[in-house]
């Protein structure tokens, strides 16, 4: 069954520095999305990306996030310069149109 | 506002019995409305969805969901709970045609033996 793959699955880094989340969506989607979930709290939209643009984004997506797909496969998000409350699990998901959602496994996000 | 609510942060119950979680939506039209489950640690899986049609649904693990709209709900139901049922439960909706899907705030279930 195709799936919604991410990378890296935990990653830690130090306050300020930069991330990059990958994505490997579903192969035939169009839809491409992120969301955050803080330990505990609920899952929260970043971000939807269709036909090479952002679609939509919440307030959460500011300046500091973007995301790119720089090839036919990957969807990646970046995060410039990392903060504390930024820590958080961070899914990926495709969506072939239909409404429904394909997520990932997440990726784990520490910031220090 | 768009919005789901959920309004049980957590449930318990004992294995063998019958379980609801309860969903709200607040959108200007139906939205399409889906349940997902998350496990400790994982991703979300799809647990069932509607999108117009029969206001009962059946989705994966036994588990169905009824929409009212006179309710604006859409409960998830299951007759009979297993151990394995334990996790959080996430009620989500999505305009038609919409590209940010909103998520409750989550029910956590426990299974008691």
């Known amino acids: 069954e195709p799936e919604v793959t991410q990378t890296p699955s935990h990653q830690v880094t130090q306050m300020g520095q930069e991330v990059i989340l990958r994505c490997v969506p579903i192969?035939?989607?169009?839809?491409f999305y992120w969301y955050r979930q803080i330990l505990g709290q609920k899952v929260e939209f970043l971000v939807s990306?269709?036909?090479?643009?952002?679609?939509?984004k919440s307030e959460i997506f500011d300046d500091q996030f973007s995301v790119e797909r720089p090839d036919g496969s990957n969807f990646t998000l970046k995060i410039r310069s990392t903060k504390l409350e930024d820590s958080a699990m961070y899914f990926c998901?495709?969506?072939?149109?239909?409404?429904?959602?394909?997520f990932g496994e997440g990726s784990r996000l520490t910031v220090l | 506002a768009q919005s789901v609510t959920q309004p049980d942060i957590h449930i318990t119950v004992s294995e063998g019995a019958s379980l609801e979680l309860r969903c709200n939506y607040s959108?200007?039209?139906?939205?399409?409305l889906f349940w997902y489950v998350q496990s400790p640690g994982q991703g979300l899986q799809l647990l069932l969805k509607?999108?117009?049609?029969?206001?009962l649904v059946q989705g994966i693990k036994g588990f169905e969901a009824e929409f009212k709209r006179s309710q604006s709900s859409f409960n998830l139901r299951k007759p009979s709970v297993h151990w394995s049922d334990a996790a959080e439960y996430f009620c989500?909706?999505?305009?038609?045609?919409?590209?940010?899907?909103?998520f409750g705030a989550g029910t956590r279930l426990f299974v008691k033996a």
């Open positions: 509607y999108f117009s049609g029969d206001t």
């Open positions: 989500a909706g999505v305009n038609t045609g919409g590209f940010k899907t909103i």
């Open positions: 959108y200007g039209a139906t939205p399409y």
């Open positions: 998901a495709s969506s072939d149109g239909t409404g429904e959602l394909f």
């Open positions: 192969s035939n989607h169009l839809y």
């Open positions: 990306f269709y036909n090479n643009e952002i679609s939509e």
